[in-house]
């Protein structure tokens, strides 16, 4: 599962959402979680990071942001860690790399949150995890929240949808959509996962609570996976209802891999 939680859980006005995102993640009970927006996730010796895992019955491999905010890959026993690293500085908030002993074999996950505001920088920033982690013959998944619209699909009404400031997110300077992020995953061999397993609606902003001015009704948040992930992927929906209306701006995405 991957959610973006909205600044650590944590509203301006102090509205505590960290429960909620606990209850949610309780429910669906993923066995690997990835997270992005952990604003102060890193203070007091990652307590707050240390507190959810432990709400949650995971285990945290947290990654710190220089200009933005931390993001985590979490995994629930009997599941390892074997080997784990960091993007600290080359994207505007941060990826987390954790490689995970299965039962068949190695799994490497990269949590990752690309560039809100600048589609060529966030094309940027995909270039680089793609060169960098992706190695389309071995079992790769890289979850997060993307911030790019993919290129396959009409993004006429979703577009429309959002309002006129946060638009050009998503555009080229002369209108046309700017889908290279998400190309650039797809050169590398990565799969949409949600082309071949995902179900319902796939939109994952706005949440009816949350972002509902700053976003259209899109995709935003993505599952992608080399062809042995993507080959054992079913049953992927966009988590909706009860307190995930509430717990962000974003829903949690969720899929099983047959690994």
Same mark, same amino acid.
């Not at 400031?165 to 002369?174: N, S």
């Given at each position: 599962? &991957?959610?973006?939680?909205?600044?650590?859980?944590? !509203?301006?006005?102090?509205?505590?959402?960290?429960?909620?995102?606990?209850?949610? /993640?309780?429910?669906?009970?993923?066995?690997?979680?990835?997270l992005?927006?952990?604003?102060?996730?890193?203070?007091?010796?990652?307590?707050?990071?240390?507190?959810?895992?432990g709400?949650?019955?995971?285990t945290?491999?947290?990654?710190?942001?220089?200009?933005?905010?931390?993001?985590?890959?979490?995994?629930?026993?009997?599941?390892?860690?074997?080997?784990?690293?960091?993007?600290?500085?080359?994207?505007?908030?941060a990826?987390?790399?954790?490689? /995970?002993?299965?039962?068949? $074999?190695?799994?490497?996950?990269?949590?990752?949150?690309?560039?809100?505001?600048?589609?060529?920088?966030?094309?940027?920033?995909?270039?680089?995890?793609?060169?960098?982690?992706?190695?389309?013959?071995?079992? =790769?998944?890289?979850?997060?929240?993307?911030?790019?619209?993919?290129?396959?699909?009409?993004?006429?009404?979703?577009?429309?949808?959002?309002?006129a400031?946060?638009?050009?997110?998503?555009?080229?300077?002369?209108?046309?959509v700017?889908?290279?992020?998400?190309?650039?995953?797809?050169?590398?061999?990565?799969?949409?996962?949600?082309?071949?397993? $995902?179900?319902?609606?796939?939109? &994952?902003?706005?949440? &009816?609570?949350?972002? $509902?001015?700053?976003?259209?009704?899109?995709?935003?948040?993505?599952?992608?996976?080399?062809?042995?992930?993507?080959?054992?992927?079913h !049953?992927m929906?966009? =988590?909706?209802?009860?307190?995930?209306?509430?717990?962000?701006?974003?829903?949690?995405?969720?899929?099983?891999?047959?690994?």
């Open positions: 599962m &991957t959610w973006n939680i909205k600044t650590g859980g944590v !509203d301006r006005g102090q509205r505590f959402r960290l429960p909620a995102i606990a209850e949610v /993640i309780a429910a669906e009970k993923p066995d690997i979680l990835c992005q927006e952990l604003r102060d996730f890193t203070r007091n010796d990652e307590r707050r990071m240390t507190e959810l895992a709400a949650v019955g995971m945290a491999h947290l990654a710190r942001s220089l200009i933005g905010m931390p993001v985590a890959v979490l995994i629930r026993d009997p599941l390892v860690f074997t080997h784990t690293a960091s993007v600290t500085w080359r994207l505007h908030h990826a987390a790399v954790a490689v /995970i002993a299965t039962t068949s $074999g190695p799994l490497t996950v990269v949590s990752a949150h690309l560039n809100p505001f600048s589609p060529y920088r966030r094309m940027r920033e995909a270039r680089w995890l793609a060169a960098r982690y992706v190695d389309s013959s071995a079992r =790769v998944v890289v979850a997060g929240d993307l911030n790019g619209l993919d290129p396959v699909s009409d993004h006429t009404e979703a577009l429309a949808s959002q309002h400031l946060f638009r050009k997110r998503h555009l080229y300077p002369d209108g046309r700017d889908s290279r992020a998400l190309a650039a995953f797809g050169s590398a061999g990565l799969a949409d996962l949600w082309r071949s397993a $995902g179900s319902g609606d796939g939109r &994952t902003v706005p949440t &009816t609570q949350g972002g $509902g001015r700053e976003f259209g009704g899109m995709r935003l948040d993505y599952v992608l996976a080399t062809s042995s992930v993507a080959e054992r992927a !049953d929906r966009v =988590v909706r209802g009860g307190p995930a209306e509430h717990a962000s701006d974003h829903y949690p995405v969720r899929v099983d891999l047959d690994l």
